[in-house]
């Protein structure tokens, strides 16, 4: 490629959309033309990315005409009908949707654990893993490659912006409902007072913890657990890793917050944990609990890497680490890491 690459943004106006444009405009600028594309309803509407303000064309076949690579920041239907297009228009797609995650020929990446996976694209197309895998799966490569992991036992405490503007507009809506009340001392005082304006979550999310997020599976467990277990199998190329884990949505704007039991091959200790991680490309480490320290979402919020604290060696087990992550699930889970993933498909073209 002779000239610097033209990006397509699909989905522009989007939540993830509104923070991809602003972190193209902080990264270092190695694209020639974006453009910003979205829903026919969209069309016309102006944003700004790089300092300019950019006109939103409609999503059409012709939209990815000469454009080297797209990111894809829709809904999963419309990832897999609109992605095929851009990949046969001579695009390099790269989607968040969960669209293409389990495809074997898709690679699912995270750029500081798996890059190598992006040599193998026979679709024309890389996926970018969910928020709440992408959450973890920083620390945690990091310290698979040190001491080999063999069993993982998550709990998630997602924020409502992981389902959207609707799941923002739901949890902002209920607080100014409980606000100065005496709310949440009675059996069924909040949920009356919310009705039924729960939004996309199936209980009240203000004043509450809801132990559910996603649709329903077989036996009980949800798609959110099951992403979480699929993709950090196929991230680490463990196929058979035996993962278990359980999805709580909090009352939170944005940033996800998880519980983490890791198992490794052989005994571990805190302080080796703490200097890989410490280490590790993405990660900070925020660990001193005796001083109130430990990562939590009002502070990690807007930040790019993943923030870890909480580690501890298991009380009844050497070979297993606990710990506390948190990371904005808008950008390293979801804005930041196609972006990332972009970037790197650029450098093989240049």
């Given amino acids: 490629m002779t000239v610097r690459p033209t990006l397509a943004v699909v989905g522009a106006t989007g939540a993830v959309g509104t923070v991809l444009l602003r972190i193209l405009s902080q990264r270092a600028d190695i694209w020639g033309d974006i453009r910003l594309i979205a829903s026919p309803r969209s069309a016309g509407r ?40 851009a990949a046969a228009r001579g695009a390099a797609v790269v989607d968040n949707s969960a669209a293409f995650r389990r495809d074997p ?19 024309g197309i890389v996926a970018s893993p969910d928020c709440t895998t992408l959450t973890m799966i920083v620390a945690l490569g990091a310290l698979h490659a040190e001491f080999g992991l063999r069993e993982l036992v998550v709990s998630s405490y997602q924020a409502v912006s992981g389902a959207g503007q609707a799941g923002i507009e739901t949890l902002r809506r209920q607080l100014s409902l409980v606000a100065g ?14 009705g039924d304006g729960t939004g996309p979550f199936p209980e009240p999310v203000a004043l509450n913890v809801v132990p559910w997020a996603g649709s329903l599976c077989d036996e009980g467990w949800s798609s959110q657990e099951m992403r979480v277990r ?10 058979q890793l035996p993962v278990a884990v359980t999805c709580v949505r909090v009352p939170v704007i944005t940033t996800h917050s998880l519980t983490v039991h890791a198992r490794f091959e052989g005994e571990v200790t805190v302080g080796k944990a703490r200097e890989i991680i410490a280490t590790a490309p993405g990660v900070v480490l925020c660990d001193d ?14 930040t790019d890497p993943t923030w870890v604290g909480r580690v501890r060696r298991a009380l009844d087990d050497p070979t297993a680490l606990e710990l506390f ?3 904005d699930n808008l950008r390293k889970g979801a804005a930041l890491n196609t972006a990332q993933i972009a970037e790197l498909v650029a450098a093989e073209k240049a």
């Fill in 289 to 302: 609990p005796a001083a109130g320290e430990f990562p939590t979402p009002a502070d990690v919020v807007g």
């Fill in 181 to 194: 009340t005496q709310l949440g001392t009675n059996p069924g005082d909040v949920r009356r007072a919310v």
């Fill in 46 to 85: 102006k944003l700004a990315v790089r300092g300019e303000e950019v006109e939103v064309t409609a999503l059409a076949e012709d939209a990815f005409d000469g454009v080297d690579i797209a990111l894809f920041d829709v809904p999963e239907d419309i990832a897999a009908q609109w992605a095929p297009v």
């Fill in 325 to 327: 992550v948190c990371g």
């Fill in 230 to 239: 699929d993709e950090s199998r196929k991230i680490l190329g463990m196929p």
């Fill in 105 to 123: 020929d898709v690679p699912l990446v995270v750029p500081e654990v798996n890059p190598a996976a992006l040599r193998r694209r026979p679709r």
